[in-house]
């Protein structure tokens, strides 16, 4: 099995972002799949099998303003997972599975680039690093095509499915209250160029503010449903009157 997990980030709006700054994050996080996928295959075609894995997030599934070079990166892994899936569909042997986690405790949150002039911070509820090693273990012993880690990103998926418009409406919004402190930040290239060698670890220390990371989930929840929930009442009822 081969494991493509490249991936850096970039805070701030579009024409914020330096143009070298906003290719290297896609040139790392898609590309880095791509020349992974291209080492890989030969040696599964060699023996006969194979699994590649490719990480992509919950943002190949969702959009935002404030790293958008990162969310269209991961719209690219998901659908060079799916394009290469069906590439080798005749290739027994061969599986592609796309793992898309939510947020993640780890130090890429710390390490991204930032102009956004924003402290940033992962968007809660936040999940271990453990629960996306088990997800990938699940994978080499029984190939998915994609798997979601975390219950956020299953109802995400499933409202922005079935209520896209208030969806993409209140998204940005939530999200960007939710993805930045009331910090400010000065702006930095973090280690979209070069490894930094802060936080070099696993963890990136956010699950310690668990209680404060359990509230804004909540409250998000309260901002967010509501009116997703009239939405869809409407359009029940208009589909029930048609």
Request: with cysteine; charged share 20%.
């Amino acid at each position: 099995m081969w494991v493509n997990n490249a991936g850096v980030m970039a805070y701030g709006y579009f024409e914020q972002i330096p143009d070298e700054t906003y290719r290297q994050v896609i040139e790392t996080n898609l590309f880095g799949a791509i020349n992974g996928a291209r080492v890989a295959l030969p040696y599964f075609r060699e023996q006969g099998s194979g699994i590649l894995i490719n990480i992509s997030s919950l943002w190949g599934r969702m959009f935002s303003p404030y790293v958008s070079a990162y969310t269209t990166s991961e719209f690219g892994v998901r659908t060079f997972s799916e394009s290469l899936r069906e590439a080798l569909a005749d290739e027994e042997g061969i599986d592609v599975c796309t793992i898309l986690p939510q947020s993640v405790d780890t130090p890429i949150f710390r390490h991204a680039a930032n102009y956004s002039g924003r402290g940033a911070k992962p968007v809660p509820p936040i999940a271990d690093p453990g629960r996306v090693v088990k997800a990938i273990l699940r994978c080499i012993e029984h190939p998915r095509r994609e798997v979601s880690v975390g219950y956020v990103g299953h109802l995400e998926a499933i409202i922005q499915e079935t209520m896209p418009g208030p969806f993409n409406w209140l998204a940005p919004y939530v999200m960007g209250w939710a993805a930045f402190s009331s910090e400010t930040a000065d702006s930095k290239p973090g280690n979209i160029f070069e490894p930094m060698p802060e936080w070099n670890q696993v963890s990136g220390g956010w699950r310690n503010e668990r209680k404060t990371v359990l509230r804004y989930a909540a409250l998000a929840s309260g901002v967010a449903l509501p009116p997703l929930l009239a939405y869809w009442i409407i359009r029940r009822r208009e589909q029930i009157q048609t």
